[in-house]
């Protein structure tokens, strides 16, 4: 698994570990409501399930970008500092945000 696939599995398993906590809050804060909405808490159960695949997916990510080197030739756009550089970037921009939704129980009583 390259780390471009394991950021994608973390993006996907955050998405799955906040179902039951952060998309009913913000489909009520844009003003959909009614009972269906409740029915998201039924993923309350997997969320354990969800927090740690993304956790490991997101410390798959980070192995391939900082702790093993590209397994490329010279001249192909991996092994171009540049490169790296950015996918590091697009990294931390996908991961902080994760990271907040993953906390999001811990500081959801503040908008309720």
């Given at each position: 698994?390259?780390?471009?696939?394991a950021l994608i599995a973390g993006i996907l398993a955050g998405i799955g570990a906040s179902l039951c906590c952060v998309v009913p809050l913000a489909l009520l804060s844009l003003g959909l409501g009614g009972a269906w909405v409740a029915n998201l808490a039924v993923f309350a159960p997997l969320r354990p399930l969800f927090l740690g695949l993304t956790l490991l997916f997101l410390a798959l990510?980070?192995?391939?970008l900082y702790l093993v080197p590209p397994a490329c030739r010279a001249?192909?756009?991996c092994a171009e500092e540049d490169v790296q550089r950015r996918?590091?970037?697009?990294?931390w921009l996908a991961a902080i945000p994760l990271l907040g939704l993953l906390a999001f129980p811990w500081y959801a009583r503040l908008f309720y």
């Open positions: 698994m390259n780390d471009k696939h990510a980070f192995r391939a001249g192909e756009p996918r590091r970037r697009i990294f």
